[in-house]
């Protein structure tokens, strides 16, 4: 499905999750904001970027076994970013019109996997005690091929096999229910690049 128009967006992903709880969208935004996410990202410092841990304060630890990606926290200030958050703040307003999801904010990662790196099997947010509501994940990988690997498998609840395959290919967008999908980033065999955010509902974690 290939999309450029963003009311035609956006309503296309909140069709796709009111029937099936995700959406993946191909070729998601026009070139020039894709091409600026790209370059913004390009332009950062490596060094910038840390291995992802598990957990967050007090419980953050990092276990390369469980996931060996490399992130860097997006500022909301950068000048090449702010066409991607303007449109981010209609997706959330749209969202929450629509699903009544109260989702108050929307933090986000570039996320870096070097060749080898991989996310074993895991929720983004548990039905208790956490306020990630919607993952999205736009892919920043020019001429991606099939035997690259890195491919996102999607499962539903339970189930042993995963219902969906996405190749992250460059301005490719999955955006998900948090709580109900269970996901895994299969070995990239080259570096591969992402933006991955969460829109959040304003409850404390610790009061949950
Ligand atoms: O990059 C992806 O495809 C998914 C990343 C992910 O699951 C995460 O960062 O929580
Ligand atoms: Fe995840």
Redesign the pocket.
């Known amino acids: 499905m290939t999309v450029l128009n963003n009311e035609l967006l956006i309503d296309a992903i909140g069709d796709e999750i009111a029937l099936n709880g995700f959406a993946v969208i191909a070729d998601t935004f026009p070139a020039d904001l894709t091409e600026a996410l790209l370059n913004q990202l390009m332009a950062l410092d490596p060094d910038g970027f840390k291995l992802?841990g598990i957990g967050r304060e007090n419980d953050f630890q990092t276990d390369k076994s469980i996931r060996s990606?490399r992130i860097l926290w997006l500022d909301e200030d950068l000048l090449e970013t702010q066409q991607y958050f303007t449109w981010v703040e209609q997706l959330r307003l749209a969202l929450n019109k629509r699903f009544f999801l109260g989702l108050f904010e929307y933090e986000c990662m570039f996320?870096h996997y070097p060749e080898g790196a991989f996310?074993q099997k895991?929720v983004?947010a548990f039905k208790t005690g956490s306020n990630r509501k919607i993952?999205s994940?736009l892919y920043l990988n020019k001429d991606w091929q099939n035997g690259d690997g890195g491919e996102?498998l999607l499962y539903h609840e339970g189930d042993e096999a995963p219902f969906m395959k996405?190749s992250?290919k460059y301005g490719t967008l999955?955006v998900f229910l948090s709580e109900d999908f269970p996901?895994e980033?299969l070995p990239a065999k080259r570096s591969r690049y992402?933006l991955?955010g969460w829109f959040r509902v304003n409850t404390p974690a610790d009061v949950l």
């Open positions: 992802a990606d996320a996310y895991h983004d993952s994940v996102l996405v992250p999955v996901h980033v992402s991955t």
